[in-house]
């Protein structure tokens, strides 16, 4: 199985900031890497697929980039809305895994 | 609207067995793999299962292998998840999800379902005497 471990697990940040999480595997996946925020007591939200195509709907202030076993998630201005767990997820082969989480807390 | 609703949980004994149900609506639901994810309390997300849009294939976590069924009734636009032999790790929020879409090279499919766009609200698992 492919391992996905993010980094930092925890990130304390303020308003405004650069933010980056880092993603990566165990061996290349390519590009197949989503990214995804998650709120307390709420579903998952797709931000990312292929690595670096923002979903539609999402806030231009996110983007990913990477290929192989490295990936980050790059908030470009942290806003309020921003405050939750990110997780990085492959699909290029079963079982597909995710990372284990980052939570992005106020500073 | 593309709509998931997952239903179908509850609590059970260990050894015990319960079926999941999610009904989806707003999109052609056959075209679309699909997939169930958990959350244990606290804890990160974990894949679970994937089915692709005609049902023919499907895919299972190691943890779950042998003891969960997934299967999908595009008459109903319902995905099932039967989950047997049911442990206390396995206690969880349960959310059904669809793939973005497939990938094809001059017509031959590479990639089943990639991504997953929509997400129902999850339905809670609880394992336990």
């Known amino acids: 199985d492919i391992q996905m471990t993010q980094s930092p697990s925890t990130l304390s940040a303020s308003v405004g900031d650069r933010v980056t999480i880092t993603c990566r595997a165990s061996?290349?996946?390519?590009?197949?890497l989503a990214w995804y925020q998650q709120k307390p007591g709420k579903a998952p939200k797709l931000l990312i697929y292929k690595a670096s195509s923002l979903e539609s709907g999402v806030p231009s202030r996110f983007s990913g980039s990477g290929s192989g076993t490295e990936f980050t998630l790059t908030i470009s201005s942290l806003q309020p809305d921003d405050f939750a767990t990110y997780y990085c997820?492959?699909?290029?082969?079963?079982?597909?895994?995710f990372g284990q989480g980052t939570k992005v807390e106020i500073k | 609207e593309v709509q998931l609703l997952e239903s179908g949980g509850g609590l059970v004994q260990p050894g015990g067995s319960l079926r999941l149900s999610c009904a989806a609506s707003g999109f052609t639901f056959s075209s679309y793999a699909m997939r169930w994810v958990r959350q244990a309390p606290g804890k990160g997300l974990e894949w679970v299962s994937a089915?692709?849009?005609?049902?023919?294939?499907?895919y299972y976590a190691d943890s779950v292998k042998g003891r969960f069924t997934i299967s999908r009734d595009n008459s109903k636009n319902t995905l099932y998840l039967q989950m047997n032999s049911l442990r206390a790790e396995d206690t969880a929020v349960y959310y059904c999800?669809?793939?973005?879409?497939?990938?094809?090279?001059?017509?031959?499919?590479?990639?089943?379902?990639?991504?997953?766009?929509?997400w129902g609200q999850g339905t809670t698992v609880t394992v336990s005497s």
């Open positions: 061996q290349s996946i390519s590009s197949w």
């Open positions: 997820q492959q699909y290029s082969s079963y079982p597909e895994t």
């Open positions: 999800a669809k793939a973005i879409g497939r990938i094809t090279i001059f017509g031959v499919v590479i990639m089943e379902g990639y991504g997953m766009d929509v």
């Open positions: 089915i692709s849009g005609s049902g023919d294939s499907t």
